[in-house]
């Protein structure tokens, strides 16, 4: 019977639904994180009447036929990258991209990731780094005898050092752009790698054509909505208890059979 294996494909969608709305859900509070959404298509089709196909010798045609599909399957987990809203912190190194754009931040082993999450910190040599030590591109450096860090829309990094009445400019932060956002490798941590289906790298500065700005002293929040994933997660659960029930009918109706033979 395919009322089994077509209920069970239906189950196991159902179950990487929920288990992509509660990573959502865990990931509330997560800077800048952006919600996933599972994708299904439907499975192929067993035909057992075609349309089109002639019925009689007199050449009428079969209107619709009798297709049978197989169930469903996941095709993709997309990643929904609209922007959380900015949450002030009054933090002097955090930042939040305000549009399209990610930071550029150099691994140990040379290679660059992307984040847009702005929690940044120094290191003890007084460079910018991210939460787990990553220097942030293109590595400046605050010097010692610093009073006050400013950072501007564009990403320019100015220290006001003790005995000095003027700003100095340390540099100016790095930012990166993507055709496809959704097609980046999530590394966790925050970070993502480029990879073909998200094009290219198109590197440039904040503010300019196509880029967003910086918000010093300001966190993206998550663009998780609450009330959105609860009520996805009520109607994956009807979903699965629902082809678990055509999963015992069908257990009864094989049943029924045994007992006629």
Do not use: C
Request: hydrophobic share 35%; no cysteine; proline share 3%.
């Amino acid at each position: 019977m395919r009322v089994l294996s077509i209920a069970s494909t239906g189950m196991m969608a159902q179950q990487m639904n929920v288990e992509v709305i509660s990573n959502n859900i865990a990931n509330i509070n997560t800077t800048a994180f952006k919600r996933s959404r599972a994708e299904f298509q439907d499975l192929m089709y067993q035909a057992e009447r075609r349309q089109g196909s002639q019925s009689t010798d007199s050449g009428t045609i079969v209107p619709t036929g009798v297709e049978v599909g197989l169930g469903v399957r996941p095709t993709s987990v997309n990643r929904i990258n609209t922007t959380g809203n900015l949450t002030s912190t009054g933090n002097e190194l955090d930042l939040a991209i305000e549009g399209r754009g990610y930071f550029n931040v150099t691994q140990p082993g040379g290679e660059t990731v992307y984040t847009r999450a702005g929690s940044f910190k120094l290191s003890p040599e007084g460079s910018i780094v991210t939460a787990d030590g990553y220097t942030v591109a293109p590595g400046i450096t605050v010097p010692q005898g610093t009073r006050e860090v400013v950072i501007n829309r564009s990403g320019e990094v100015l220290a006001y050092v003790d005995g000095r009445n003027q700003p100095v400019n340390q540099g100016q932060l790095a930012m990166t752009v993507f055709v496809n956002d959704s097609g980046l490798e999530a590394l966790g941590d925050n970070l993502f790698r480029a990879t073909p289906a998200s094009g290219e790298p198109q590197d440039g500065l904040a503010g300019q054509a196509g880029f967003g700005t910086i918000r010093q002293k300001y966190l993206e929040s998550s663009n998780v909505n609450v009330v959105q994933e609860i009520t996805e997660l009520i109607s994956a659960q009807r979903a699965y208890e629902m082809n678990a029930k055509v999963i015992e009918a069908g257990d009864q109706m094989a049943s029924t059979m045994t007992n006629m033979r």
